[in-house]
Protein backbone atom coordinates (compact mmCIF):
# COMPACT_ATOMS: atom_id res chain seq x y z
CA UNK A 1 0.00 0.00 0.00
CA UNK A 2 0.85 3.21 -1.04
CA UNK A 3 1.68 6.04 1.42
CA UNK A 4 1.47 9.44 0.42
CA UNK A 5 2.43 12.69 2.60
CA UNK A 6 -1.30 13.08 2.66
CA UNK A 7 -2.37 10.23 4.39
CA UNK A 8 1.03 9.79 6.51
CA UNK A 9 -0.07 13.53 7.67
CA UNK A 10 -3.75 12.07 8.46
CA UNK A 11 -2.59 8.84 9.94
CA UNK A 12 -0.22 11.17 12.70
CA UNK A 13 -2.96 13.48 13.15
CA UNK A 14 -5.55 10.66 14.27
CA UNK A 15 -2.94 9.08 16.42
CA UNK A 16 -2.41 12.37 18.06
CA UNK A 17 -6.35 12.90 17.93
CA UNK A 18 -6.68 9.29 20.02
CA UNK A 19 -4.23 10.04 22.30
CA UNK A 20 -5.50 13.13 23.17
CA UNK A 21 -8.93 11.55 23.33
CA UNK A 22 -7.32 8.78 26.07
CA UNK A 23 -5.35 11.73 28.41
CA UNK A 24 -8.91 13.62 28.45
CA UNK A 25 -10.65 10.74 29.60
CA UNK A 26 -7.91 9.97 32.49
CA UNK A 27 -7.89 13.60 33.68
CA UNK A 28 -11.98 13.22 33.90
CA UNK A 29 -11.97 10.07 35.18
CA UNK A 30 -8.91 11.05 38.52
CA UNK A 31 -11.25 13.60 39.78
CA UNK A 32 -14.29 12.56 39.50
CA UNK A 33 -13.08 8.65 41.30
CA UNK A 34 -11.11 11.45 43.90
CA UNK A 35 -14.82 13.34 44.51
CA UNK A 36 -16.54 9.97 44.48
CA UNK A 37 -13.71 8.64 46.80
CA UNK A 38 -13.08 12.32 49.46
CA UNK A 39 -17.32 13.54 49.78
CA UNK A 40 -18.74 10.43 51.35
CA UNK A 41 -16.52 10.01 54.29
CA UNK A 42 -16.26 14.07 54.70
CA UNK A 43 -19.97 13.83 54.59
CA UNK A 44 -20.43 11.65 57.66
CA UNK A 45 -17.44 13.40 59.88
CA UNK A 46 -19.26 16.40 59.11
CA UNK A 47 -21.99 16.67 61.53
CA UNK A 48 -19.49 15.71 64.54
CA UNK A 49 -17.02 18.37 63.75
CA UNK A 50 -19.46 21.12 62.93
CA UNK A 51 -20.88 20.14 66.38
CA UNK A 52 -17.33 21.23 68.06
CA UNK A 53 -16.79 23.84 65.41
CA UNK A 54 -20.23 25.65 66.61
CA UNK A 55 -19.20 24.73 70.32
CA UNK A 56 -16.31 26.90 70.02
CA UNK A 57 -17.23 29.57 68.16
CA UNK A 58 -20.09 29.85 71.01
CA UNK A 59 -17.54 29.76 73.39
CA UNK A 60 -15.45 32.50 71.98
CA UNK A 61 -18.30 34.85 71.75
CA UNK A 62 -19.31 34.15 75.27
CA UNK A 63 -15.75 34.87 76.37
CA UNK A 64 -15.60 38.09 74.44
CA UNK A 65 -13.02 36.54 71.81
CA UNK A 66 -15.09 36.56 68.79
CA UNK A 67 -17.07 39.52 67.82
CA UNK A 68 -21.22 38.60 66.73
CA UNK A 69 -20.34 39.95 63.36
CA UNK A 70 -17.65 37.87 62.93
CA UNK A 71 -19.10 34.56 65.00
CA UNK A 72 -22.02 35.31 62.24
CA UNK A 73 -19.64 35.05 59.28
CA UNK A 74 -18.09 31.63 60.63
CA UNK A 75 -21.32 30.45 61.19
CA UNK A 76 -22.64 31.03 57.54
CA UNK A 77 -19.41 29.58 56.14
CA UNK A 78 -19.93 26.45 57.86
CA UNK A 79 -23.84 26.27 56.43
CA UNK A 80 -22.10 26.72 53.24
CA UNK A 81 -19.62 23.81 54.27
CA UNK A 82 -22.46 21.64 54.99
CA UNK A 83 -24.02 22.96 51.80
CA UNK A 84 -21.31 22.27 49.51
CA UNK A 85 -20.37 18.71 51.13
CA UNK A 86 -24.25 17.69 50.52
CA UNK A 87 -24.26 19.08 46.92
CA UNK A 88 -20.53 17.26 46.78
CA UNK A 89 -19.27 20.43 44.99
CA UNK A 90 -15.73 20.83 44.39
CA UNK A 91 -15.74 24.81 44.01
CA UNK A 92 -17.79 25.21 46.61
CA UNK A 93 -15.53 23.44 49.14
CA UNK A 94 -12.68 25.10 47.58
CA UNK A 95 -14.23 29.07 48.63
CA UNK A 96 -14.57 27.91 52.42
CA UNK A 97 -11.73 29.44 54.10
CA UNK A 98 -11.22 25.76 56.61
CA UNK A 99 -7.95 26.93 57.83
CA UNK A 100 -9.87 30.22 59.43
CA UNK A 101 -12.54 27.90 60.49
CA UNK A 102 -10.76 24.99 61.74
CA UNK A 103 -9.06 26.78 65.24
CA UNK A 104 -12.97 26.72 66.52
CA UNK A 105 -13.20 23.40 66.27
CA UNK A 106 -10.38 22.95 68.57
CA UNK A 107 -11.86 25.58 70.48
CA UNK A 108 -15.29 23.80 70.58
CA UNK A 109 -12.85 20.38 71.80
CA UNK A 110 -10.94 22.01 74.37
CA UNK A 111 -14.40 23.75 76.06
CA UNK A 112 -15.89 20.43 76.65
CA UNK A 113 -12.87 19.44 78.20
CA UNK A 114 -12.83 22.38 80.57
CA UNK A 115 -16.20 21.93 81.11
CA UNK A 116 -16.03 18.20 81.76
CA UNK A 117 -18.45 17.00 79.24
CA UNK A 118 -15.85 14.57 77.75
CA UNK A 119 -12.12 13.22 78.86
CA UNK A 120 -8.87 13.73 77.84
CA UNK A 121 -8.63 10.38 75.87
CA UNK A 122 -12.16 11.37 74.33
CA UNK A 123 -10.47 14.85 73.37
CA UNK A 124 -7.93 12.65 71.80
CA UNK A 125 -10.39 10.99 69.42
CA UNK A 126 -12.06 14.39 68.47
CA UNK A 127 -9.06 15.95 67.69
CA UNK A 128 -7.80 13.02 65.41
CA UNK A 129 -11.10 13.46 63.59
CA UNK A 130 -10.69 17.24 62.85
CA UNK A 131 -7.35 16.25 61.51
CA UNK A 132 -8.45 13.51 59.35
CA UNK A 133 -11.27 15.34 58.34
CA UNK A 134 -9.24 18.91 57.38
CA UNK A 135 -6.43 16.45 55.21
CA UNK A 136 -9.65 15.35 53.62
CA UNK A 137 -11.22 19.00 52.79
CA UNK A 138 -7.09 19.56 51.93
CA UNK A 139 -7.85 17.04 49.45
CA UNK A 140 -10.91 17.75 48.37
CA UNK A 141 -9.89 20.99 47.96
CA UNK A 142 -6.91 20.18 45.45
CA UNK A 143 -8.86 18.47 43.21
CA UNK A 144 -7.98 19.83 39.88
CA UNK B 1 -6.15 -14.69 65.68
CA UNK B 2 -4.67 -11.30 66.46
CA UNK B 3 -7.19 -7.81 66.63
CA UNK B 4 -5.77 -6.63 63.58
CA UNK B 5 -6.52 -10.16 61.79
CA UNK B 6 -9.62 -10.25 63.08
CA UNK B 7 -10.65 -6.75 61.71
CA UNK B 8 -9.28 -7.81 58.09
CA UNK B 9 -11.33 -10.81 58.29
CA UNK B 10 -14.76 -8.16 59.41
CA UNK B 11 -13.38 -5.65 56.23
CA UNK B 12 -12.84 -8.27 53.82
CA UNK B 13 -16.48 -10.09 54.51
CA UNK B 14 -18.20 -6.34 54.88
CA UNK B 15 -16.91 -5.49 52.00
CA UNK B 16 -17.38 -8.99 50.06
CA UNK B 17 -21.06 -8.49 51.47
CA UNK B 18 -22.00 -4.78 50.69
CA UNK B 19 -19.90 -4.51 47.59
CA UNK B 20 -18.65 -0.97 48.61
CA UNK B 21 -15.44 -0.02 47.66
CA UNK B 22 -12.24 0.96 49.82
CA UNK B 23 -9.31 3.03 48.48
CA UNK B 24 -7.52 1.85 51.53
CA UNK B 25 -6.27 -2.02 51.73
CA UNK B 26 -7.99 -4.44 54.41
CA UNK B 27 -4.67 -5.10 55.84
CA UNK B 28 -3.77 -1.48 56.40
CA UNK B 29 -7.22 -0.24 57.38
CA UNK B 30 -7.52 -3.06 60.02
CA UNK B 31 -3.93 -2.16 61.30
CA UNK B 32 -5.33 2.28 62.23
CA UNK B 33 -8.61 0.06 63.09
CA UNK B 34 -7.08 -1.69 65.71
CA UNK B 35 -4.88 1.11 66.75
CA UNK B 36 -8.35 3.23 67.60
CA UNK B 37 -9.46 0.20 68.95
CA UNK B 38 -6.84 0.34 71.82
CA UNK B 39 -7.03 3.85 71.99
CA UNK B 40 -11.41 3.28 72.89
CA UNK B 41 -10.33 0.63 75.12
CA UNK B 42 -8.58 2.89 77.34
CA UNK B 43 -10.94 5.43 77.61
CA UNK B 44 -14.20 3.53 78.15
CA UNK B 45 -14.97 5.11 81.44
CA UNK B 46 -14.73 8.51 80.56
CA UNK B 47 -17.38 11.21 79.84
CA UNK B 48 -17.75 11.47 76.32
CA UNK B 49 -16.95 7.85 75.20
CA UNK B 50 -19.62 7.83 72.72
CA UNK B 51 -18.34 10.86 71.31
CA UNK B 52 -15.32 9.43 71.10
CA UNK B 53 -17.02 5.75 69.57
CA UNK B 54 -18.67 8.33 66.86
CA UNK B 55 -15.18 10.24 66.13
CA UNK B 56 -13.50 6.65 65.36
CA UNK B 57 -15.89 5.35 63.11
CA UNK B 58 -15.46 8.51 61.26
CA UNK B 59 -11.87 8.21 61.65
CA UNK B 60 -11.77 4.74 60.14
CA UNK B 61 -14.06 5.79 57.07
CA UNK B 62 -11.83 9.03 56.63
CA UNK B 63 -8.84 7.04 56.38
CA UNK B 64 -10.88 4.27 54.27
CA UNK B 65 -12.02 6.36 51.47
CA UNK B 66 -15.75 4.94 50.84
CA UNK B 67 -16.32 5.23 47.58
CA UNK B 68 -20.47 6.40 47.37
CA UNK B 69 -22.77 4.06 45.74
CA UNK B 70 -24.53 6.18 43.59
CA UNK B 71 -28.24 5.02 44.41
CA UNK B 72 -27.40 2.96 47.18
CA UNK B 73 -25.90 4.68 50.58
CA UNK B 74 -27.48 2.67 52.84
CA UNK B 75 -24.59 0.26 51.74
CA UNK B 76 -21.98 2.32 53.28
CA UNK B 77 -23.66 3.27 56.22
CA UNK B 78 -24.45 -0.86 56.71
CA UNK B 79 -20.52 -0.70 56.46
CA UNK B 80 -20.02 1.40 58.85
CA UNK B 81 -22.58 -0.34 61.28
CA UNK B 82 -20.31 -2.75 61.22
CA UNK B 83 -17.15 -0.87 61.71
CA UNK B 84 -18.86 0.91 64.55
CA UNK B 85 -20.11 -2.19 66.65
CA UNK B 86 -16.63 -3.36 65.97
CA UNK B 87 -14.89 -0.98 67.35
CA UNK B 88 -17.40 -0.81 70.82
CA UNK B 89 -17.19 -4.42 71.05
CA UNK B 90 -13.31 -4.66 70.85
CA UNK B 91 -12.64 -1.63 73.19
CA UNK B 92 -15.23 -2.69 75.82
CA UNK B 93 -13.92 -6.14 75.84
CA UNK B 94 -9.91 -4.96 76.02
CA UNK B 95 -11.15 -2.91 78.96
Known sequence: MNRTPTT?????????????????????????????????????????????????????????????????????????????????????????????????????????LLDGEIGPGVAASLREQLAKFTSTIDDIQGIL | M??????????EAAVAETGVKLKEAPAKLAAYMAERATHLSTISSEPGFDQAVR????????????????MASSVDYQFLGLIQGALRMVAVAEE
Open chain 2, 55 to 70: AERNNVALRAGIAAHD
Open chain 2, 2 to 11: STKDEFKALI
Open chain 1, 8 to 112: IAALVLALALSVFAVATIASCAGPRSKSVTLFPAAELAWPAVSEDFHRGVADGLEDGDLPQPAADELRSEAEALGRALDARDVDAVRAVPWPIMQPWVDRGIDDK
